[in-house]
């Protein structure tokens, strides 16, 4: 029977909790971003085969089959009662006060889309 994201991510903190190393730490290991570590760790992200090894050493204790399910596309999804954690509530209010600006800055620099 498949796993379902939930199973899968706690799966993977649990590994996480256990190296006792931080995001950051996890990132300095690996040479990616805490964000991206911590997508990666929620399944948010996909891990790539170059990928693989580094976190491996990062964290020894993850298991083959949870690099494997890493490897697959993402499983992207969004807790509708997220909204209302106070800091994901505060980066929301800022990205609609700043957004527009924001966006124009980017379409200058980079083009849109």
């Known amino acids: 029977m498949e796993e379902n994201k939930a199973s899968i991510a706690n799966r993977l903190q649990a590994v ?8 950051s730490e996890l990132a300095a290991e690996t ?4 964000v991206y570590v911590a997508q990666l760790l929620k ?4 891990l ?3 990928t693989a090894p580094k976190l491996r050493a990062a964290l020894p204790d993850l298991p ?3 690099i494997q399910e890493m490897m697959k596309p ?16 505060r980066l929301n209010e800022a ?4 957004g527009e600006s924001i966006k124009e800055i980017i379409n200058e620099e980079f083009g849109d889309g």
């Open 74 to 89: 993402p499983m992207r999804s969004y807790d509708p009662n997220l909204i209302q954690e106070p800091t994901v509530y």
């Open 48 to 50: 790539k085969p170059d």
């Open 95 to 98: 990205i609609m006060h700043f």
């Open 31 to 34: 040479g990616l971003t805490n």
């Open 43 to 46: 399944r948010q992200a996909q």
């Open 64 to 66: 083959e089959d949870l």
């Open 16 to 23: 996480k909790h256990k190296s006792g190393k931080s995001y």
